[in-house]
């Protein structure tokens, strides 16, 4: 099987410290073997390691190569599909959930600070409204935070002071939450995945599974060699199709970003002079922030499945005018394209394909978040606390017969059906 080194992102082009850890050899032993280097595998590992495990972690090509190196860099509370759960469980949402919704935030300011990981973190995030009923779900998200004795920083904004904040006029109003904000996830995880090898946990990279050999032990083959373990945790999440049982159940969805060349400092201060990451709240979303260095990083979903850097500028060069006209001479240096999960009912997926083999997978664009806490969640189930885990694999993920062959087709009706309803 082929492997790939990282695709032409800005956040590969400015990673400064690009792993080489050697591929998988002969035959290796370990307590858990991790499948899959972005942010659930190597934060799963991170903590497993930090409590004395043997963990070996499998990549198919780089650390962070797929969405958690190639994503928008928002770090966004919440966890999709939490409406979806609190109806099985007939609870609400506050009580189920609360304080995990920001558990991720905390797992990764704590590892910056404890391992010194620099990711360009800031703190500050804006969720902006274009429709009335936007306007209505900001303020009960600003009631129900309020009433929580939230910690940070949160502010309803309205037409103007949102159009005084971030420089364009398109919104009706906005939400500032200091409690969230931006990274650069690249550097993020391969900050997280160096702590882990301090911690004794071993990488390998280059090295595509091509077979899990179930048993009592699991054995996890690549082409030159094998992990034998007690148990497995399978982190593929859009990249994973070697389990029959994973398959149909989450569709891989395209998300896109481009990169500007270097901003002034006039437009800076006159876009977005507080340094926020901004978000509408379209299911075919656009999302942009400022890079470290001053770039605009705009990204969104559009109709397209391939990886042309000229399409995809063209594309979102087009978008990102119509928030931003004064960026019209404005020069693009990257464009790309990266793969998330979502499963149809948007909840994450964690489960098991055997008692020993588990799987943990579909944020639906949470994944900065949700897969810190989902590292968590699967180091505890591991360890025999099962809790956290079950709330989120008692309820099943549902599937679509044919979605593997016809997935093409299929995600792009669904996001024409979404385009129609954000339009509603």
Request: hydrophobic share 40%.
């Amino acid at each position: 099987m082929q492997t790939q080194s990282h695709t032409n992102s800005y956040y590969a082009a400015s990673v400064g410290d690009k792993t080489d850890f050697a591929p998988l050899r002969g035959e290796q032993r370990a307590d858990i073997c991790v499948i899959g280097a972005g942010f659930t595998g190597i934060s799963t590992a991170l903590h497993l390691a930090e409590r004395g495990y043997n963990v070996h972690v499998i990549e198919s090509n780089r650390v962070g190569w797929g969405a958690s190196g190639r994503n928008g860099g928002q770090m966004i509370g919440g966890i999709a599909g939490e409406n979806h759960v609190a109806k099985h469980y007939g609870k609400d949402v506050e009580d189920l959930f609360g304080d995990l919704r920001w558990a991720g935030h905390d797992i990764i300011r704590k590892r910056v600070q404890q391992y010194g990981i620099q990711c360009d973190l800031k703190s500050g995030y804006l969720d902006v409204a274009i429709k009335q009923r936007h306007l209505r779900d900001i303020e009960a998200n600003y009631e129900r935070l309020a009433n929580a004795d939230f910690p940070h920083e949160i502010r309803v904004l309205s037409k103007n002071e949102t159009s005084e904040l971030i420089g364009t006029d398109v919104y009706i109003g906005s939400f500032l939450n200091m409690g969230n904000g931006h990274l650069h996830p690249l550097k993020l995880c391969v900050g997280e995945a160096r702590a882990a090898v301090l911690e004794g946990a071993t990488i390998y990279e280059q090295s595509p599974v091509i077979d899990i050999e179930h048993g009592r032990k699991v054995r996890v083959v690549t082409e030159k060699g094998a992990v034998t373990a007690d148990t497995v945790v399978i982190a593929g999440n859009a990249y994973h199709a070697l389990e029959r049982k994973l398959r149909g159940i989450m569709f891989p969805v395209k998300s896109f970003i481009i990169a500007t060349e270097r901003l002034s400092k006039s437009i800076v201060n006159r876009i977005n002079p507080q340094d926020l990451a901004i978000c509408d709240p379209n299911f075919v979303l656009k999302y942009y922030r400022l890079s470290a260095d001053k770039r605009l990083l705009f990204g969104g979903r559009i109709n397209y499945f391939g990886e042309d850097p000229e399409f995809i500028k063209r594309k979102l060069r087009q978008k990102m005018l119509s928030i931003y006209p004064v960026l019209e001479s404005v020069g693009i240096d990257y464009a790309w394209g990266g793969t998330i999960g979502v499963p149809i009912t948007r909840v994450p997926q964690l489960g098991r394909v055997a008692s020993n083999v588990f799987y943990c997978q579909g944020y639906s664009g949470h994944g900065v978040n949700v897969t810190h806490l989902a590292g968590q969640i699967m180091a505890d189930a591991v360890a025999g606390t099962m809790e956290q885990f079950d709330l989120f694999a008692n309820v099943k993920p549902f599937s679509v017969p044919g979605a593997q062959r016809f997935q093409k087709p299929m995600v792009a009706l669904g996001i024409l059906y979404y385009q129609i309803k954000d339009r509603l």
